[in-house]
Structure formats: C-alpha cells, structure tokens
T-cell receptor
Framework: DTAVSQTPKYLVTQMGNDKSIKCEQN?????MYWYKQDSKKFLKIMFS???????INETVPNRFSPKSPDKAHLNLHINSLELGDSAVYFC?????????FGPGTRLTVL | QQQVKQSPQSLIVQKGGISIINCAYE??????FPWYQQFPGKGPALLIA?????SEKKEGRFTISFNKSAKQFSLHIMDSQPGESATYFC???????????FGTGTRLKVLA
C-alpha cells in the first residue's frame, strides 16, 4: 500500500498554463506539506496544512494555491506557469516528528 | 537562525569505508534532528533521528553523533556500500512547530 501518493509523476507544460498536482495519504496523519526541490536538490517547504487548516505559508508566489478538501488530501494548483517553476514537487505527511514523503512530481515548464 | 548548514556537498567513499556528513544549526529551540536518504527519482525517507537528550544513536551501520554545546550533529555510515549511494539530508525541527528546516544535502557515492 502506498502511504503518500502523488499524481501525476511527470508534468510537462507550456509557460502561462495552469496545472494541478494531487496528493493523498492513507496514514491517517493530521499534517500535510508541499516541498519544492530544485535542480541543486535543495528542499524548500512551501505550505503545510494541519487538519485542513493552513499553518505554514512560506514566501511563495500567489500563483501557487494549495487546497485541502480533507485531512487525507492536499492539492497544489499553479497558475500562469513560469520557467522557474520547473522542479520536483514533493508532498509529505506527518503525525508526530517523522515526515513521510511521496514519490514526487517532476514539473517541466517549456 | 533558521538555517541548518550541511557539509560536504558531495562525498566519494570506497566500499567498506566510513562516510561522515556534518550539520550545524543555530536555533536552540530545535529538538528533533533526523537524517533523510533520497535515491534518484524517489522521495526522501527517514534514515535515523536523534533528540538532544542523548549524544549518540546507533542503528546498524548508521550512527548519529550529537554535540549540543557546539550545536552540531553528524551522520556516520560504517562499512559504506554502493547501494547507499544517494543524497543525504540532515534536518531540524522544533516539535510542535511543524516546520522542518532541511540542510542543503550531500551527494554520497560509494565506489564498488
């Protein structure tokens, strides 16, 4: 059973388009996260939700909007995609201190 | 104060050798220090973690050494194996804050 799953795994799109990445966890965790990993492998937190409430909102452009319809899901919508948005996006969840990461979504903006 | 500094950026070790990765932090509120292992094309996965009330934690060939006064901690991989070639991240969190601070990562290559 996959603990944290993301779809799609790969996303290739043109500049200016709008796209969404979906994340689901079946661990029963209360907290979910979105991270961005750039080409140098730096992991940067973007957002975090706890029980469907936004608790962390880092300095991220307004074009990025997370949505948590329930505790098990955290989606990421990106408007007006730019070249610099190309990266791998990871969803993660946690209940205590340990974070469980999804397999990542590689976004390529052309 | 929120940074975690990790070194080296990359590391090449012979099979059977010892791999050592170091991290340093400034925020004394941090109270949980995990290490994550990431293979290409995969998400990071927890390898081992330590809390500041102990100076060392060992799990198999992986050991964390923790120096609270120096605000440093390190990962030692004994008898390193080629299958452990991956990127390793240290991290720190103040429990209850939900916010992990990750180091910049170390690309480890273990030569066969």
């Amino acid at each position: 059973d996959t603990a944290v799953s993301q779809t799609p795994k790969y996303l290739v799109t043109q500049m200016g388009n709008d796209k969404s990445i979906k994340c689901e966890q079946n661990l029963g965790h209360d907290t979910m996260y979105w991270y961005k990993q750039d080409s140098k492998k730096f992991l940067k937190i973007m957002f975090s939700y706890n029980n469907k409430e936004l608790i962390i909102n880092e300095t991220v452009p307004n074009r990025f909007s997370p949505k948590s319809p329930d505790k098990a899901h955290l989606n990421l919508h990106i408007n007006s995609l730019e070249l610099g948005d190309s990266a791998v996006y990871f969803c993660a969840s946690s209940q205590t201190s340990e974070q469980f990461f999804g397999p990542g979504t590689r976004l390529t903006v052309l | 104060q929120q940074q975690v500094k990790q070194s080296p950026q990359s590391l090449i070790v012979q099979k059977g050798g010892i791999s050592i990765i170091n991290c340093a932090y400034e925020n004394t509120a941090f109270d949980y220090f995990p290490w994550y292992q990431q293979f290409p094309g995969k998400g990071p996965a927890l390898l081992i973690a330590i809390r500041p009330d102990v100076s060392e934690k060992k799990e198999g060939r992986f050991t964390i050494s923790f120096n609270k006064s120096a605000k440093q901690f390190s990962l030692h991989i004994m008898d390193s194996q080629p299958g452990e070639s991956a990127t390793y991240f240290c991290a720190a969190i103040a429990v209850g804050t939900y916010k992990y601070i990750f180091g910049t990562g170390t690309r480890l290559k273990v030569l066969a």
